[in-house]
């Protein structure tokens, strides 16, 4: 947890670090943390249904589904990030910086566009998350495991909205605005 704090520190200036950079931080701190996460948090769901459900079934019979959507639907973003979208975007800055002949092409934008749109989508998931929850508070009579899985699942939540914001606001504004001039530059008529 402490290297992971480490990797993003509030206050610093993201948007003068190489993008290069950031996405290599955004798979170390957030992608790596979330593929353990989880399928473990999924199975604490799981396990707290299984001794509250007579008590709190409403909130709880939901809660391993949802957490079975958003690994699904995370887990093929991230793939998609890591395999295709943070490569495309290392191109464009080195080509940027003049490091690379070929960076983009037509597609570039479009590329970045449908991952914000995933964005979109997880951020309504996170949201169904919290209005299936009452934002993540306990009920009175909630035991020890059951606040436990809601706390885990709230700091997933907080780390997750940081991701998106991160990539959002530092990585892929400036990757957009990075394709925008290539494709000036080389596809005027
Ligand atoms: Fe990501
Ligand atoms: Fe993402």
């Excluded at 002949?101 to 597609?107: G, I, L, Q």
Aim: negative net charge; proline residues 5%.
């Amino acid at each position: 947890m402490e290297g992971r704090q480490e990797l993003f520190v509030f206050g610093t200036d993201w948007n003068n670090k190489p993008l290069s950079e950031l996405t290599a931080r955004i798979v170390v701190a957030h992608h790596d943390r979330f593929r353990l996460e989880l399928p473990a948090l999924r199975g604490a769901a799981r396990e707290v249904y299984a001794c509250h459900c007579h008590r709190d079934f409403a909130r709880l019979a939901p809660l391993p589904g949802l957490l079975f959507r958003l690994e699904d639907e995370l887990g093929r973003h991230m793939r998609r990030e890591e395999k295709t979208i943070f490569p495309v975007i290392t191109a464009l800055e080195r080509a940027a910086e003049g490091r690379e002949p070929m960076a983009a092409n037509r597609c570039t934008k479009s590329l970045i566009s449908a991952t914000l749109s995933e964005h979109d989508d997880i951020l309504d998931l996170l949201a169904e998350a919290r209005q299936m929850t009452g934002n993540y508070e306990p009920p009175p009579n909630a035991g020890e495991q059951y606040r436990l899985l809601l706390q885990r699942f709230e700091s997933l939540d907080r780390d997750l909205n940081l991701h998106i914001g991160m990539e959002n606001d530092s990585i892929f504004s400036r990757a957009l605005s990075l394709a925008h001039q290539w494709q000036e530059a080389h596809y005027r008529v």
